[in-house]
Structure formats: structure tokens, C-alpha cells
């Protein structure tokens, strides 16, 4: 026989921030108590629950459930009745152990119930309330959206490069991926980028879903990035249901910039289509290493000859070169850079193998430390039961609470620190070995049009000075440089700032030079 005077503290809070103004479960289990005291009532147990009632499913009230059913107890004490039910599906099983006497009683500090067929009339009318209240949430909060990207405000999770701001409900700049966003607008504005293109150089250098969000920490998909070049929400303006609002939140890049990018998205999505001008090979790529001046490409007698355009210094001195001798020389820096098979494969192998075993530390370490953090999980939750039961004060309590956040903390912190450093730490180093073999075998096999998109990836500020071609290696290719390859022996103007190896200094007088442009200094 069940024993009428058994309960079941049950108390809910659910994660949902829409619920946040439902008090505390600790402010409900105090009620509760204190009910539970003053009625005389034999609690059993105190159920505690984290998670919403808006669908069936919930694990501590179905375990409830079955408990009651078993005979272990035959009433339950709650705040409020939407505490145990916010779906007619779980309100419907109140109802019915009810009605079938396995369950004698329902008690609450808000609302004072009889178990007859007025008192279950009454409930299950407030059953119905509550279900009503999450029915109707969303059209508020469609509602409130509209309000708020009326006054300029972001309604909704921060897109990535800012942060949500929990003091003014709005958004403001990410002092961490702000930056490399507004770096992605500007190297996609460049045109020589493509979306995969983009994705793997920002992903190098950090960018990733924020924190809170249901990728955090991954690196952005083609889609986000298609996305995210396409929002004026960068620029300071909210699009919301197809309609634009001024936001008041700070812009991260200038709509300058912005249609830039815009016009590069239309112009790679189109077809390719035949140029009025003449294709040339090296059009727009090269400069002079005398005035500055742009290197132009026209045919004579069958031949295309490059030759400085010579808009700054009509008497530029530099000569005619033929195509055919910059595409050798081109090949011969593609060349140079290659290393044999054998080595590069032993290279990537050891990298990858040197990868592998830092990702299956990685993994154990952030194993072990995500364990910690739900050990103080844990033992935050027994510290809020224990200051409940009275066990010690409010201070302490307080002082030993926030001790475990600040170690939880810094748990979390090592923990993206982890991952941040997994992702990145080889990935660089094995895509410059491919590009060396990648060297190779342009040099020997590729089409001019492909030795020189790959000769645009291994050096910058390209000129040309008495028919040599002289550049900046990028990056990692000043290793190559460094080691003896890409040497540039012919005596050239020195490019202050960003000599090359191989190259004199002439000392001229920069200042008196004739089209002198401080930008290229020579």
C-alpha cells in the first residue's frame, strides 16, 4: 500500500533563456522546504531538473513518474504546475495518476489544489495555460525582433566578429575574430582569392565559430564564408525579413570595402567570357625596377614583348624584353624550389606522423580536462544541495563557489588553448612541402598560365631591371631563400625594406629621383 503522506520535491529550471525569469531552482527548492515544513509533510526525496518541459522526454520527471508508480511515494510538492508540465502530453499523465489514485496529491506555494474534479479541472486548465504561454512565446519574441532591429539593435546570436552583449541586448566588435574578418573582406576584395582559397588562409590564421555557438572552435564552412561576405550587418546595417534598418552597433569594414567584394562575388559567378583586349600573359604583374612604372605586353612581328609603360619617366631607360625569356625565368624560380620526391615525401610523412601523435595527446589531455571541468560541475552542484540543507553559511558558500569557477575557467582556457593549437600547429608546414612538389612538377610539366599563378603565390612586388626578374619571396619561401635557392645574382636596384638576396645596392639618391614614388622605394 502506498503511503499518502510520502513526497517528491521536484524543481525545474530550464536552460532556455526565454525561461530565464522563472526563479531559481534554489529559490524553489526553499519553497518547497518551507511548505514541505509547515504542512508537516515526509519529503523522500528532492528531484532537481535542468532542462525545458516544452516536449515530452524529461528524464528526472519520467524517472519520477515510474518511482510513483512503483509506490515510493505518492505525492508531489512543485513551485507551480508549470514546473511539471509545459506539454498537454506530460500534463495528461498528472491528470491520469490522479485519476487512477496512484497519485494522492499535488502540492504548491503558488496555488492551493484539492484532489477532486474542481481541483483537477483547475489544473489541468493551468496545464493548459502553460502550454498556451509557449505556443504564444514565439510570436512575442518575432514581435520583439522587429521592435529591436527597429531601434537598430541585432536580435539574434551574434554573427561571427562580434559578441553579444548581455548589458545592452545588442552587439559589440569580437577584439579576437573582428579583425580577421574585417582581414577576410580585405583579401577577397583583392580578387585573387577564391572562397577555398580564402577559407584555408583564414583558417591559418585563426578564424573560427565563436564560442557559444554549435560549431565553436571549427573553422567557417564555403557557406558561412559566402554568407558572411554577402551581410551588410559589417558595415552597419541589420537585415531582417528582407528589409534594411540602420543598426547602432560599430561597423567592422566601410561599405567601400563592402562593394568591393561585391563585385568580385558577380564577377566569379559569371561565366567566363571572351576579353575586348588581348590576353596577355603577364598583364598587370610585373613593374619596372627603374621608375615604377606599370610593365605593359605588346606584339611585334609575331613576338609579345613586355616594356615599361613609362607614364612617370618618359626617358626610362629600362629595354624591351621578350615574353618567352620572363616565362623561363619564371620557370627557372619554380625550379630552383624544387626538392626530390624521396625528400618531400619524408618530410610530409614525418610531419604527419609528428601530427598524429600530437593529435592523440592532444585528445587524451582535453579528455582528462573536460572530465575536471565536469568534476566541478558536479561538485558545484552538491555545494548548492549542501548549502540548501543548512550544512554552512552564505559566505562560505559564496567563497568556495567561486573558487571552483575561477578553476573551471581556467580549465576552459587551456582547453581552447588545445584545440586552437591542434588545428594549426602542422597544417601550414605540410601545404609548403605539396607546394614545393607542386614546384617540380610545373616546372617541368605546367602551362605558363599555371608556373605563373603558382610564381604570384611565391613572391610579391615583382619587377623587372635590365630584362631579370627580381621579387619578394612571401612567407615561408624566405626559408628557401635563406638556404641558397631563388638566389638573384644579377646586380639590381635594392628594394629597401624587402631585399632580396642576391641584389646590390646601388645608392641612389631616392629624393631626386624623377617619378620617385615613396611607395616602391628603389
Not at 519529503?43 to 528526472?60: C, F, I, M, N
Request: glycine share 8%; hydrophobic share 35%; aromatic share 8%.
Amino acid at each position: 500500500m502506498m503511503n499518502p503522506a510520502k513526497f517528491f520535491i521536484y524543481c525545474r529550471k530550464s536552460t532556455d533563456d526565454k525561461d530565464r525569469q522563472i526563479r531559481s531552482i534554489e529559490d524553489q527548492l526553499a519553497e518547497a522546504r518551507e511548505l514541505a515544513a509547515k504542512q508537516k509533510l515526509d519529503v523522500v526525496d528532492v528531484l532537481l531538473e535542468k532542462q525545458s518541459a516544452k516536449r515530452p522526454g524529461r528524464p528526472v520527471f519520467n524517472d519520477m513518474v515510474k518511482r510513483i508508480e512503483a509506490g515510493e511515494a505518492s505525492g508531489i510538492i512543485a513551485w507551480h504546475p508549470d514546473r511539471l508540465a509545459r506539454n498537454m502530453s506530460d500534463g495528461g499523465r498528472i491528470i491520469d495518476l490522479l485519476d487512477f489514485g496512484t497519485l494522492a496529491d499535488v502540492r504548491f506555494p503558488t496555488f492551493d489544489f484539492k484532489n477532486n474534479s474542481q481541483g483537477k479541472l483547475m489544473l489541468a486548465m493551468l496545464f493548459g495555460m502553460s502550454k498556451y504561454y509557449v505556443d504564444n512565446l514565439s510570436e512575442n519574441i518575432r514581435r520583439g525582433q522587429r521592435q529591436k532591429v527597429k531601434n537598430g539593435i541585432w536580435p539574434m546570436v551574434a554573427p561571427v566578429g562580434y559578441l553579444n552583449d548581455k548589458t545592452t541586448r545588442g552587439i559589440v566588435s569580437d577584439l579576437e575574430r573582428g579583425p580577421l574578418v574585417r582581414k577576410a573582406f580585405e583579401l577577397y576584395a583583392t580578387g585573387s582569392y577564391t572562397i577555398d582559397r580564402l577559407s584555408e588562409a583564414m583558417g591559418t590564421l585563426g578564424l573560427t565559430n565563436a564560442a557559444g555557438t554549435k560549431h565553436k572552435g571549427n573553422p567557417l564552412s564555403r557557406v558561412q564564408y559566402h554568407r558572411l561576405l554577402q551581410n551588410p550587418i559589417y558595415y552597419g546595417i541589420i537585415c531582417y525579413g528582407g528589409e534594411h534598418y540602420e543598426g547602432k552597433h560599430e561597423p567592422l569594414i566601410s561599405k567601400s570595402l563592402y562593394d568591393e567584394c561585391q563585385q568580385v562575388l558577380a564577377r566569379k559567378s559569371q561565366p567566363k567570357v571572351h576579353d575586348i583586349f588581348k590576353s596577355y600573359l603577364y598583364r598587370g604583374l610585373f613593374r619596372c625596377g627603374e621608375c615604377g612604372c606599370f610593365i605593359t605586353t605588346e606584339t611585334q612581328k609575331g613576338h609579345n614583348y613586355l616594356r615599361c609603360t613609362k607614364r612617370v619617366k618618359k626617358d626610362c631607360s629600362q629595354p624591351y624584353v621578350r615574353e618567352e625569356r620572363i616565362a623561363e625565368q619564371i620557370t627557372g624560380v619554380l625550379a630552383s624550389a624544387a626538392i626530390p620526391d624521396d625528400w618531400s615525401d619524408w618530410m610530409i610523412a614525418e610531419l604527419e606522423g609528428e601530427k598524429a601523435d600530437d593529435t592523440a595527446e592532444a585528445a587524451e589531455l582535453e579528455w582528462s580536462i573536460q572530465k575536471q571541468i565536469e568534476a566541478i560541475d558536479g561538485k558545484i552542484d552538491r555545494l548548492m544541495v549542501g548549502y540548501l540543507d543548512q550544512l554552512f553559511g552564505s559566505e562560505e558558500y559564496k567563497e568556495k563557489k567561486n573558487q571552483l569557477l575561477t578553476e573551471k575557467q581556467q580549465l576552459k582556457e587551456k582547453l581552447a588553448v588545445i584545440g586552437k593549437n591542434r588545428a594549426t600547429r602542422f597544417e601550414p608546414a605540410i601545404r609548403f612541402i605539396f607546394d614545393l612538389k607542386q614546384a617540380k612538377k610545373l616546372a617541368s610539366e605546367g602551362s605558363d598560365e599555371e608556373k605563373r599563378d603558382f610564381f604570384k603565390k611565391v613572391g610579391s612586388n615583382p619587377i623587372l631591371t635590365e630584362k631579370a626578374l627580381r621579387f619578394v619571396p612571401r612567407n615561408a619561401w624566405q626559408l628557401v631563400v635563406d638556404s641558397g635557392r631563388f638566389a638573384q645574382h644579377t646586380p639590381a636596384p635594392t628594394i629597401v625594406g624587402a631585399a632580396v638576396v642576391g641584389e646590390s645596392d646601388q645608392n641612389h639618391n631616392e629624393a631626386e629621383r624623377p617619378g620617385f614614388e615613396p611607395g616602391l622605394r628603389i
